[in-house]
């Protein structure tokens, strides 16, 4: 991995402007203040007329950044993170002499910056403005939020007293070469019993801390790795446990996303459980492709696990597709787009790929379709879900995007997943039960938010379940104190 040196007095701002620096060099590694500098910061703070300013200043002079501080700590601590990655910006820009479209930004959630402007007193139009000036973002990606602000706008904003309920289940029947989330394969199976065993615990608990505290479940998510990699019987247990959860929700979304996993039993367990949202995920429909990222499943498949769903009457499927996969080009992803146009699903996400592991990257770099590639496939995505009559709904962004791209979701009118915007936009409490799944506590205060984390190890979990349990009373017992996010 290619490695760049930074001269500075504020390491801890380095962080920030790496994340900057990999927009425009790809997956490098930041060292700081060792010798031989390849550039240098500096960072200093002074008080003007009662009020603190801080300065970064970068490459002689080549980009300066300043601003007034608050006084609050919190907020203070973003703003110095957000002058270094904006120094780091400029100097990049003048660098390599190009525009990335998303500008600045390198954070998963943009459209919360323009929701963070309009609380200021702006309407939608001004604070996207706003959010362009500041982090010169294009124009194509100021309107995609404009839209999605504008879908989420008409649906029901969560109450203080309600909550969403996520469930994990951490297998997969094979790992894919991209996969980040946090998921073990099935293997020989010996873990998916004591697993589900100790989710039941936790799915009860948690069901009696809700009823203490006077919460009601707003939406419910089971995802993963991937639910339906559990055998019938283990998911019905799973889904039997459940229940009481998913009965008060008008929302009920199940991922079935490996259509290898997918069968006749499955589904009718999860329609008797009143299941309302399902998704089946073909990522691609080149069998070719498939194979090169190890889903271990044809397309074929996922076209007969999707008719089936269909037949057994789920009336939400959603489908996730990923741009810029190895060895495709902007005709192979029309052709999966022109194939899921066919089979008409009621919501798809149009994923860019997002590769962390530099071993992976390395190994496909040949075969990568390149970042202007990328943003054609990208705008094809969106063409596609116009012609289905979607509109996009939620988006958000990982590292290492391909072409500094986004994740974004649409749907027909009516069919937005409300949970995927609480959980990206963070505006909802989340009760999360399951290995690695994070609870999230939001408080009075805007943008305050204190989290519970489960253990990731499987093996860990099922041995500590009742410290899970735990942890989530103890948050719901806490009150504003320290700002854990
Ligand atoms: S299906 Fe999803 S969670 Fe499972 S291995 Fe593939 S990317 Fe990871």
Not at 15 to 41: H, K, Q, S, W
Not at 385 to 398: D, G, I, S, T, W
Not at 445 to 456: D, M
Request: net charge neutral; proline share 4%; charged share 25%.
């Amino acid at each position: 991995m290619k490695s760049v040196s930074l001269y500075t007095c504020a390491p801890q701002l380095s962080n920030d402007m790496a994340e900057v620096l990999r927009v425009y060099m790809g997956n490098i590694t930041l060292l700081v203040n060792e010798p031989g500098g390849d550039f240098c910061m500096t960072h200093s703070e002074e008080i003007r007329d009662n009020t603190r300013f801080v300065r970064i200043v970068m490459a002689d002079s080549a980009a300066e950044e300043s601003t007034k501080l608050t006084g609050d700590e919190v907020i203070d601590k973003r703003l110095r993170r957000r002058m270094a990655k904006l120094c780091t910006y400029q100097l990049m820009k003048k660098h390599f002499g190009f525009t990335p479209p998303w500008g600045s930004l390198t954070g998963i959630r943009p459209t919360r910056l323009v929701y963070a402007e309009m609380e200021k007193g702006k309407s939608l139009d001004a604070a996207a403005q706003e959010v362009q000036r500041i982090f010169d973002v294009s124009d194509e990606k100021l309107a995609i939020m404009r839209d999605i602000i504008t879908v989420q706008q008409t649906l029901p904003q969560p109450k203080p007293d309600e909550i969403d309920i996520y469930i994990g289940i951490p297998f997969c029947v094979s790992r894919c070469a991209y996969c980040s989330f946090l998921s073990g394969e099935v293997g020989k199976g010996e873990l998916l019993k004591p697993y589900v065993e100790a989710l039941e615990r936790e799915i009860a608990a948690s069901i009696a801390l809700l009823k203490e505290k006077n919460l009601r479940p707003r939406t419910f998510y089971m995802g993963g790795g991937t639910p339906t990699s559990l055998p019938a019987p283990l998911l019905s247990r799973v889904l039997h446990a459940a229940r009481p959860l998913m009965d008060q929700c008008s929302e009920v979304t199940v991922e079935a996303g490996r259509p290898d996993t997918i069968d006749r039993d499955k589904l009718q367990s999860l329609k008797d459980a009143r299941v309302t949202r399902i998704s089946v995920n073909p990522q691609t429909m080149h069998d070719v492709t498939l194979e090169k990222i190890g889903r271990r499943h044809t397309c074929r498949q996922t076209e007969e696990a999707y008719h089936l769903a269909r037949e057994m009457g789920f009336s939400h499927i959603n489908m996730d597709l990923i741009a810029g996969l190895p060895g495709e080009n902007l005709s192979m992803f029309q052709d999966t787009l022109a194939w899921l146009k066919n089979l008409a699903p009621e919501s798809m996400t149009v994923h860019t790929l997002s590769i962390k592991r530099a071993s992976l990257l390395h190994l496909w770099e040949a075969s990568l379709p390149d970042g202007e590639m990328v943003a054609d496939m990208v705008r094809a995505g969106a063409l596609a879900a116009q012609e289905m009559h979607m509109q996009p709904y939620y988006l958000y962004r990982q590292k290492y995007m391909a072409g500094n791209q986004e994740n974004v979701g649409y749907a027909l009118k009516g069919h937005a997943c409300v949970y995927n915007i609480d959980m990206m936009e963070e505006t909802a409490n989340i009760l999360a039960m399951g290995a690695g799944a994070t609870t999230k506590r939001l408080f009075d205060r805007k943008g305050f938010i204190k989290r519970a984390f489960n253990v990731s190890d499987i093996r860990q979990y099922i041995d500590r379940v009742d410290e899970m349990v735990e942890r989530k009373r103890e948050l719901w017992g806490e009150n504003e104190g320290t700002v854990l996010s």
